[in-house]
């Protein structure tokens, strides 16, 4: 926790200039299966990680998972970065899970190993800044655990999501059996994990598995430029007050409600001293939108 109340603060820094590029360690053959992008203008401080492997259809394969733990560690260390949007580029899928073809020839040791690398790549999506999922298509078993570790998730009305593990002989292993009950409550995640049904973003909206829902159009991301509208409301909020407001959900959902409460006095009295808060004092005062820069 404290590690996590530390890097809230660490707001001060400039951010290094992230051009849209792709991530360094390339894949055996063939581009690079993600690209990095940081938008300008009155979009600065929203980064993007699109996902682009159309031949297996964003399926988390070693190649994915390295370049997807590469660009966290680095957009970790642009504190500026206030939102991180996931999203896909390829028409029609989100992310379509474990890779089963890569994983059909791996030992069982090495399944495991592969496995714990997942489980750790949802972990580091558990940004410091707040993170959202752009579900434009297919999010099935690995794919919408990807999205579950994300704080917020916006789907397409036409996605299709599930953990569908139970139908290939698995349980998910990459934190659906954890994150998907805290999300929507145990007995429905167990029977979405029993029976690995399928939803639809208006189903999925629903049981509060996906914050908005969008229909779909013609270029295939809706659930993108929702995304970006919703990151955008985010924006102009005082970025320290809301990692620390992240860090006080999180810790505290862990917790009984008394050491949550105590969690949210240290995140308060952390947030106290900040420039910011000044300035969203003064700005009330004032009659005027307050001007936040993370100090």
Known sequence: MLRALTNARRLARPWKALRARSCASHGPAGPPEIQVRALAGADHGIAEILMNRPSACNALGNVLVNQLLEALAQLREDQQVRVLLFRSGVKGVFCAGADLKEREQMSEAEVGIFVQRLRGLMNEIAFPAPTIAAMDGFALGGGLELALACDLRVAASSAVMGLIE????LLPGAGGTQRLPRCIGVALAKELIFTGRRLNGAQAQALGLVNHTVSQNEDGNAAYHRARELAQEILPQAPIAVRLGKVAIDRGME?????????????????????????????????????????
């Not at 139970?166 to 002989?169: I, L, Y």
């Open 255 to 295: 917790v009984d409600i008394a050491s949550g409460m105590a969690i949210e006095g240290i995140c308060y009295a952390q947030n106290i001293p900040t420039q910011d808060r000044l300035e969203g004092m003064a700005a009330f005062r004032e009659k005027r939108p307050p001007r936040f820069v993370g100090k």
């Open 166 to 169: 139970t139908t290939r002989g």
